[in-house]
Every structure is written in structure tokens, then in C-alpha cells.
């Protein structure tokens, strides 16, 4: 069965950081993108980031640009988005997604088939 996981998530005070992991299981992640989004209390599911694990190519949202880096283990078949100088604007649950394979990195919700559960980050003092 084909599945991700998130996992990482937490309180922190801003200014901190946290890393975020993303376990893919059933499958091997080489061919596929992964984004990571966020969703904020009330609001919609926001894209933060994503890579294309055959080559490595990353995008970000301007809104984290300079202070989240998403990087990829392929022995352990994992994603990590490694958050740094976290703001309260940065608290939601995050979650990642799964393009459909030799999909290059898009920052639409909607192309994105298979989801983690999600893992929750609150920043605040």
C-alpha cells in the first residue's frame, strides 16, 4: 500500500526552527515531485515548497524563500523540509503530497494525488 507520512512537527517560538519528514512506503519516490502545503486555521491549503526527486530541482513560495530548505534521503526514500526563522504566519498543518509520476514540480493542490496526514506546527511565544 502506497503511503506517506509526515512527521516533525511541533511548538516552537519564533525564530526557531523545525524539521519537517516526509516517509513514502509502498513505493520508491524517484520518479515522482513532492510538495509540502500548509494549511492555516480557517483558510485554504497553501503550497510552501516541492522537489522533483529525479534531479533535484526545488521551488519555493516567495513567503518562505531564504528561510525553508526542501531537500530528499533517497536511502531512506524520505523528503525533509528544514524550517528555519519560523514566524507565527508559519503555523498550520503541514502536509505533503504526491505528484503522479515524471510530473515536474507544480504549486496547484489539485495536482497532487496521494497526501500524508499531516503534522502540525505552531509558532508562537
Known amino acids: 500500500q502506497s503511503q506517506l507520512v509526515e512527521s516533525g512537527g511541533g511548538l516552537v517560538q519564533p525564530g526557531g526552527s523545525l524539521r519537517l519528514a516526509c516517509a513514502a512506503s509502498?513505493?520508491?519516490?524517484?520518479?515522482?515531485?513532492i510538495g509540502w502545503f500548509r494549511q492555516a486555521p480557517g483558510k485554504g491549503r497553501e503550497w510552501v515548497s516541492c522537489i522533483r526527486l529525479s534531479g533535484g530541482t526545488t521551488h519555493y513560495a516567495d513567503s518562505v524563500k531564504g528561510r525553508f530548505t526542501i531537500s530528499k534521503d533517497d536511502d531512506k526514500n524520505t523528503v525533509f523540509l528544514q524550517m528555519n526563522s519560523l514566524k507565527p504566519e508559519d503555523t498550520g498543518v503541514y502536509y505533503c503530497g504526491l505528484t503522479p509520476p515524471f510530473t515536474p514540480c507544480v504549486p496547484h493542490e489539485v495536482d497532487y494525488g496521494l497526501w500524508g496526514p499531516g503534522t502540525q506546527v505552531t509558532v508562537s511565544s
Open positions: 509502498g513505493f520508491t519516490l524517484e520518479n515522482y515531485s
